[in-house]
Every structure is written in structure tokens, then in C-alpha cells.
């Protein structure tokens, strides 16, 4: 069963303070891994990652792949009180995303 | 409109009452699907339509859910005799291609 980890599950950082959001995955056939950012009620995409190593940067988020170790990171740097949401990660095996169950992230001004 | 479009927003029903839930997707978009997110909980595959072919259907938790989608473009997900464990949100995704998804705002239902 393809199975999606994601940790913490719930963060709670001042800001400026920099966040490293971890996903980890057990998935047979594995092409990418995806991560979103759910503020309300619809999650907006933030990074596609196929291949290993390759650092993805968007602004002050980053996120890089281990295909080895199974598993990617999302950082978030300066972290604002705009960055509070749940980040989700999803991995796409074969037509349908499996997703973690996500981490919470507060940011305190 | 230019995003993924779902209604109704909100829909506040009895147990037991039927429930139609409709997603509009991106123009072009050969691929769309459904899924439903508890409080609490990651987001729950239930259902997916490419193209023409047969949808997969394997999330559906029960016979109660069914979902179509009509000349490859708005779906329907319909939910019947609906149980107080059915309350969520239900987000319907688009996508031109397998992987990005574009995400529509999401239906939030209420069963009393």
C-alpha cells in the first residue's frame, strides 16, 4: 500500500525563524513527488520534484529530493505570517496522488 | 472562468437525504478528480476521470458514491442517503497533464 509520511505534524516557529518541513514515502512505480501549500480550503501547487539532488527554489521556499532515501524536504527561510498553512506533500505513483497528511505550520509574529 | 470551479460552497443536509456536488474544470483539461478531506485528515483519493477511458473509481469508500462526468468536462459527484461521516470538504482537481493539479475551492458539506 503506498503510504505518504509527513513530519511534524504540527510547527509552531516566531518569524524570521527558518522551518524544514519533512516527506517521507513508501510507493511502488514512483514518478514524482508534489508539494502544495492549503491555506483555506484549496491547496495551491508549490513544487514538482522528479529527480534527485535537483534544489527547487521559489523566493524564500526550497525543497530537494532523496530517491534514494525516499524522502523531501521543504525550507522555508525569513518564514512570514503568510507562510502559516498546512504544506502538503503528495507522491505520484501511477494516475491518482497519494497524499501525507500534512504539517501544520504557525508562524508567531 | 480561468480556475477550477465546485458547487455549492457550503451544503448543510440531513442524514439520509441525497447530495449532488459539481466541478467545473480547467477548459482543456483531459484529467479531473475527486477528493475528500476530513478534519483533521490528509487528503482521501476517491475518484478519477481521464479522457475517455474508464474512470478509477477505487477511493469510493462505499456504494453510496458515485461520480460522472459528462462530455469530458463538468463532473458530479453524488452522494446518497448520506451518513454524518460523510461531512468534509470535497475538492475537485484538474490537471493537463498527470502530476500538477489545479485545485477548485472545495465543497464543504454538513450532514445533520
Known amino acids: 500500500e503506498d503510504k505518504v509520511v509527513q513530519s511534524p505534524l504540527s510547527l509552531v516557529v516566531h518569524e524570521g525563524d527558518t522551518v524544514t518541513l519533512n516527506c517521507s514515502y513508501e510507493?511502488?512505480?514512483?514518478?514524482?513527488l508534489l508539494w502544495y501549500k492549503q491555506e483555506k480550503k484549496a491547496p495551491t501547487f508549490l513544487f514538482m520534484l522528479?529527480?534527485?539532488?535537483i534544489e527547487k527554489k521559489s523566493g524564500r521556499l526550497s525543497s530537494i529530493l532523496d530517491k534514494k532515501e525516499l524522502f523531501s524536504i521543504l525550507n522555508i527561510t525569513a518564514t512570514q505570517t503568510g507562510d502559516s498553512a498546512i504544506y502538503l506533500c503528495?507522491?505520484?505513483?501511477?494516475?491518482?496522488?497519494?497524499f501525507g497528511t500534512g504539517t501544520r505550520l504557525t508562524i508567531i509574529p | 472562468g480561468a480556475g477550477v470551479s465546485q458547487s455549492p460552497s457550503n451544503k448543510v443536509t440531513e442524514k439520509g437525504k441525497d447530495v449532488e456536488l459539481r466541478c467545473d474544470p480547467i477548459?482543456?483539461?483531459?484529467?479531473l478528480y475527486w477528493y475528500r478531506q476530513s478534519l483533521g485528515q490528509g487528503l482521501e483519493f476517491l475518484i478519477y476521470?481521464?479522457?475517455?477511458?474508464?474512470?478509477?473509481k477505487s477511493g469510493l469508500p462505499s456504494d453510496r458514491f458515485s461520480a460522472e462526468r459528462t462530455g469530458g468536462s463538468v463532473s458530479t459527484l453524488t452522494i446518497q442517503r448520506t451518513q454524518q461521516e460523510d461531512s468534509a470538504v470535497y475538492l475537485c482537481?484538474?490537471?493537463?497533464?498527470?502530476?500538477?493539479?489545479?485545485f477548485g475551492e472545495g465543497s464543504r458539506l454538513t450532514v445533520l
Open positions: 482537481a484538474s490537471t493537463p497533464i498527470a502530476g500538477e493539479l489545479f
Open positions: 510507493v511502488t512505480n514512483f514518478r514524482s
Open positions: 522528479t529527480s534527485s539532488g
Open positions: 503528495a507522491v505520484d505513483p501511477r494516475s491518482e496522488l497519494t
Open positions: 477548459s482543456g483539461h483531459t484529467a
Open positions: 476521470f481521464q479522457g475517455n477511458s474508464a474512470p478509477d
